[in-house]
């Protein structure tokens, strides 16, 4: 793996720190991936900026609660948080409202509870799952780094003196 950053000091970046940091930015790529993907919010419906700002908080606010009501009924069985397949919880809520006649909290609670990922073990590589003779596969090597031009260092500074 390799990491391109400006910070050159090792003491002010460790390499434990570097990976750490990598680690946090995962967790809120799968958030966005679920988000646009799972929770199906790719694409917003508001015709305005500002309509679409609202309606990115709100379905966020809707995201993370139907997250944590599964997470909180799944952490009462001993479940962590890990295990919470947010897909499954999003299909128990969705079902709820459709059959909003059938009220049961106990059934609503419990189902949430079930919604959990797999605990089946991988026995082998999804890499060639769907295209084993794909030619193309881009390789991605030890990246090219170049310090920046006395030019491109003032088009910097000008910028931001213009930004802010």
């Not at 500002?50 to 009924?73: C, H, M, N, P, T």
């Not at 919604?115 to 084993?132: G, V």
Request: glycine content about 4%.
């Amino acid at each position: 793996m390799h990491l391109v950053t400006n910070v050159l000091d090792e003491k002010a970046l460790t390499d434990a720190e570097a990976i750490r940091l990598y680690q946090l930015r995962w967790g809120i790529e799968l958030q966005f991936r679920t988000m646009k993907q799972t929770f199906g919010r790719r694409k917003l419906r508001s015709r305005t900026p500002a309509r679409a700002y609202v309606e990115l908080d709100w379905s966020l606010v809707g995201l993370w609660l139907i997250q944590l009501f599964a997470v909180k009924e799944q952490v009462e069985l001993g479940e962590i948080p890990q295990h919470c397949s947010v897909a499954l919880a999003i299909q128990v809520v969705r079902e709820t409202f459709r059959r909003w006649w059938q009220r049961s909290e106990e059934a609503f609670a419990s189902k949430l509870q079930a919604a959990t990922k797999e605990k089946y073990m991988r026995h082998s590589s999804k890499q060639a799952r769907y295209c084993p003779n794909y030619k193309d596969k881009p390789s991605a090597g030890k990246p090219v780094l170049r310090n920046a031009t006395p030019w491109q260092k003032a088009r910097l500074k000008e910028y931001f003196a213009h930004a802010a």
